[in-house]
């Protein structure tokens, strides 16, 4: 473990702690108790000569680290308390390079703080076993229970000539036996970290990703259209960034206070697009572009349209925005937008549920002559044509030109800025209507019957008879 990770001077401090206790109780106490208890002065404090501040004081230091890493002091400092321990300490060299980087990354997690504590109490045994008690080499293995949960410890000793045999802990050869000793216990340096069953098993379980696995993107269910209810679910999924089956209006809010209904598809709660943040950077875009801020402040402040925006291209729906310049927008008039929804409804005519760039619609309307866009304002849909090289948006006196093409494309929100401010045809017909309409008198037509018994009395001098003639 690379000490600049945990830091040298908590062990520090904490070494100094222990002297300074111990200096100040040698002072004022000297009753120690007996030869199994020589670690706890009066006062219930470590003592300066205890095992563990030989431990921190050692060449065992990346063990000692991870002491403190895995918050073992006070266990160890209750232990020590009450009886001798032995620490199988691992050297340095196999705690920083011989062991896994993977497993090591695993035992830093602070959700696998148990898994590192069950690891370090399983070389600590809470009683003092000398090199001289190791069992003969024709004896077997003889067991020791562990500070960890139920962790059993196997001393044994290999067969050597000249009774020079190696002593093992487990599988791990003792390099040091007895290389601190203290009154309350002892350590023995051996050549490599012993890791537990139940260690190994947790991180097997993390490494094949049992527990943490992802779930499987689910498609989007179908929808009646005659019922507008969803239909059973499909036999096949919908692969993952395929287009929602739902119609984009289904997946619109209900009014332009609400916020959006959120539409099963691809995206869903799974988020396999990030619309807010796409959203974000058009938006970003347009200002720095420059000549489309009153376009940016509509929809980020005057209406909640980024924030539906956002959740339609995170459901996996594609947007194309016509965008008004600021010039555009200025025409506008306050009884334009002073209705209820008014500014709502003049955005949802600017955005297309479709992905077009400024060459696919130019070459639609080469190719088709007039082209009719549907828009989120449904069932209303813009024209667009071909005209003077360019595409224009609309007809008469409320068309527009692309102004400026490619302002932002993605692959999922384009936004093309235009000239002009575009209305449904059927509004500026009623415009019209209303506007240029006269008052007319319309007389009264006699019947046919009348005018030809006009005839034959003027032709007797009679006429008089009759006062319609």
């Not at 498609?219 to 919908?238: H, M």
């Not at 339609?312 to 965008?323: N, P």
């Not at 018994?453 to 001098?461: D, E, F, P, S, V």
Request: a neutral charge; glycine letters at 8%; charged letters at 25%.
């Amino acid at each position: 473990m690379d000490r600049c990770i945990y830091g040298c001077s908590a062990i520090t401090l904490f070494f100094f702690y222990f002297i300074l206790n111990a200096s100040a109780l040698e002072s004022g106490h000297h009753n120690v108790t007996g030869s199994g208890h020589h670690n706890v002065t009066g006062s219930g404090q470590i003592n300066s000569n205890s095992v563990l501040v030989a431990l921190l004081d050692s060449r065992y230091t990346e063990l000692a680290e991870l002491v403190e890493k895995a918050l073992l002091l006070q266990t160890l400092e209750d232990a020590v308390g009450r009886h001798n321990i032995t620490i199988f300490a691992p050297r340095n060299e196999a705690l920083e390079r011989d062991l896994d980087p993977d497993f090591k990354r695993f035992l830093l997690q602070p959700g696998n703080l148990k898994s590192l504590q069950t690891l370090l109490l399983s070389h600590i045994i809470p009683k003092r076993v000398g090199s001289n008690q190791w069992p003969e080499e024709n004896s077997g293995r003889v067991k020791h229970v562990t500070l960890g949960n139920d962790q059993v410890l196997h001393l044994s000793k290999l067969k050597g000539t000249n009774g020079g045999g190696k002593r093992l802990v487990n599988s791990a050869v003792i390099t040091r036996p007895d290389d601190l000793a203290r009154p309350d216990g002892l350590i023995h340096g051996i050549e490599r970290l012993l890791i537990p069953r139940s260690v190994q098993e947790d991180f097997n379980r993390r490494r094949s990703l049992r527990s943490i696995s992802a779930v499987l993107p689910e498609g989007a269910p179908e929808i009646d259209p005659r019922t507008n209810r969803l239909k059973k679910p499909a036999s096949a999924a919908v692969p993952a960034g395929s287009p929602p089956v739902l119609p984009i209006q289904s997946a619109m809010a209900p009014g332009p206070s609400l916020a959006p209904a959120p539409a099963p598809g691809p995206g869903g709660a799974r988020k396999h697009f990030n619309g807010d943040a796409q959203v974000k950077d058009f938006i970003h875009t347009l200002l720095h572009y420059g000549g489309y801020n009153e376009m940016a402040d509509i929809l980020v402040n005057l209406t909640s349209l980024a924030t539906e925006m956002g959740r339609l291209v995170s459901e996996g729906y594609v947007l194309t925005v016509l965008a008004p310049n600021d010039e555009a927008m200025a025409k506008l008039t306050t009884d334009q937008l002073s209705e209820p929804g008014a500014p709502e409804q003049i955005m949802y005519y600017h955005i297309i549920p479709e992905y077009q760039t400024e060459e696919s619609m130019y070459n639609s309307v080469r190719r088709f002559g007039k082209v009719k866009y549907e828009t989120l304002r449904f069932p209303h849909k813009v024209g667009a044509k071909e005209a003077d090289g360019s595409v224009k948006f609309g007809s008469g006196d409320r068309s527009a030109y692309l102004f400026d093409p490619d302002i932002y494309t993605d692959g999922r929100i384009s936004v093309q800025g235009i000239d002009g401010v575009l209305f449904p045809e059927e509004e500026e017909e009623s415009v019209k209507k209303s506007t240029g309409s006269v008052k007319k008198v319309v007389q009264q037509r006699r019947g046919k019957l009348l005018e030809v018994a006009c005839r034959m009395l003027g032709a007797i001098g009679k006429d008089s008879y009759l006062s319609r003639c």
